[in-house]
């Protein structure tokens, strides 16, 4: 792939299965093949893992889209705490724009939550090949307690819904009761199965990630049939210290897969 100065960024709107009008940005070097990078659970496509990926596929000559999901960033819709497959089928409705605009995603890449909407799309849809998952939660019945509180069934169960707040006081989101069982009945053993053999998957994880630990990785890499595992030692959730270290790990993986199509 040559490098390609000339890439130039635009807005693109796309509108799901909802009539939500999904906001991203098209880093476009002409090429035919299109890498969609999802970002992760209360963030948006301008966080700093996802612009730098972008940014250095662009170098290389590969045309990205990055987008907010419903009730993120710039995209319409309200925020809800699961709706994990109802973003894989966000990210379908992002798929199929550009399969109508005769160009072609051949790599999803999703951080966090994204991570796992990547990998329930590929368990769903069947149409793209190489796909990245960084640091997705393998068990998603694990890390409910440490935002909601231990008692979180009990009260969601009273109340209807639980309210998060920050530090302040003020309420950041709320989280209805559809919402969490929602999360709680996604099972990502069981997509992970149907993921075709051949679709290429790599999960990259941080060892020091404090957030989901770097065990679910070891998890992906025991059921999901074609996959890599790479690890980066010190990373934390966000690879704050580490951005340099993903690049060279991501972007051969990516062109490999560029390749083979």
Same mark, same amino acid.
């Given at each position: 792939? !040559?490098?390609?100065?000339a890439?130039v960024?635009?807005k693109?709107t796309?509108?799901?299965? @909802?009539?939500?009008?999904?906001v991203?940005? +098209?880093?476009? =070097?002409? %090429?035919? $093949?299109?890498?969609?990078l999802?970002?992760?659970? *209360?963030?948006s496509k301008?966080?700093y =893992?996802? /612009?730098? /990926?972008?940014?250095a596929?662009?170098?290389?000559?590969?045309?990205v889209?990055?987008?907010?999901?419903?009730?993120?960033?710039?995209?319409?819709?309200?925020?809800?705490? &699961?709706?994990?497959r *109802?973003?894989a089928?966000? +990210?379908h409705?992002?798929?199929?724009?550009f399969?109508?605009a005769?160009r072609?995603? =051949?790599a999803? /890449?999703g @951080?966090?939550? &994204? &991570?796992?909407?990547?990998l329930l799309?590929? %368990?769903?849809?069947?149409?793209v090949?190489t796909?990245?998952n960084? %640091?997705?939660?393998?068990n998603l019945?694990?890390?409910? !307690? $440490? *935002? #909601?509180?231990?008692?979180?069934?009990e009260i969601?169960k009273?109340?209807?819904?639980?309210?998060?707040k920050?530090k302040?006081?003020d309420?950041?989101?709320r989280v209805?009761?559809? %919402?969490?069982m929602? *999360? #709680?009945?996604t099972?990502m053993?069981?997509?992970c +199965?149907?993921i075709?053999?051949g679709?290429r998957v790599l999960?990259?994880?941080?060892? !020091?990630?404090?957030?989901i630990?770097?065990?679910?990785a070891?998890e992906f890499?025991?059921v999901?049939p074609n996959?890599?595992l790479?690890i980066? $030692?010190?990373a934390?959730?966000c690879?704050?210290?580490?951005?340099?270290? +993903? =690049?060279p790990?991501?972007?051969?993986?990516?062109?490999?897969?560029l390749?083979?199509?």
């Open positions: 792939m !040559a490098q390609n100065p890439a960024q635009k693109i796309v509108l799901n299965q @909802h009539n939500e009008k999904l991203g940005v +098209l880093h476009d =070097t002409g %090429s035919v $093949e299109i890498v969609v999802c970002h992760g659970f *209360r963030s301008d966080f =893992t996802i /612009l730098n /990926l972008a940014v596929m662009e170098k290389e000559g590969i045309s889209f990055r987008f907010d999901f419903p009730g993120n960033g710039e995209s319409e819709g309200s925020f809800q705490y &699961g709706n994990y *109802r973003e089928d966000d +990210l409705s992002v798929v199929e724009y399969n109508g005769n072609k995603v =051949t999803v /890449l @951080h966090s939550k &994204g &991570g796992d909407v990547v799309y590929a %368990s769903k849809y069947h149409d090949h796909v990245v960084l %640091s997705g939660r393998y019945e694990k890390g409910i !307690a $440490e *935002r #909601l509180g231990e008692d979180f069934l969601i009273k109340d209807g819904f639980i309210d998060v920050n302040a006081g309420v950041d989101y209805t009761e559809e %919402s969490l929602d *999360r #709680l009945h099972n053993h069981d997509a +199965l149907q075709d053999k679709c999960t990259v994880h941080g060892s !020091a990630d404090e957030i630990p770097v065990e679910d070891l890499d025991k999901i996959h890599k790479h980066i $030692e010190g934390n959730h690879y704050t210290s580490h951005q340099a270290e +993903l =690049t790990v991501i972007l051969p993986f990516i062109k490999e897969g390749q083979k199509n």
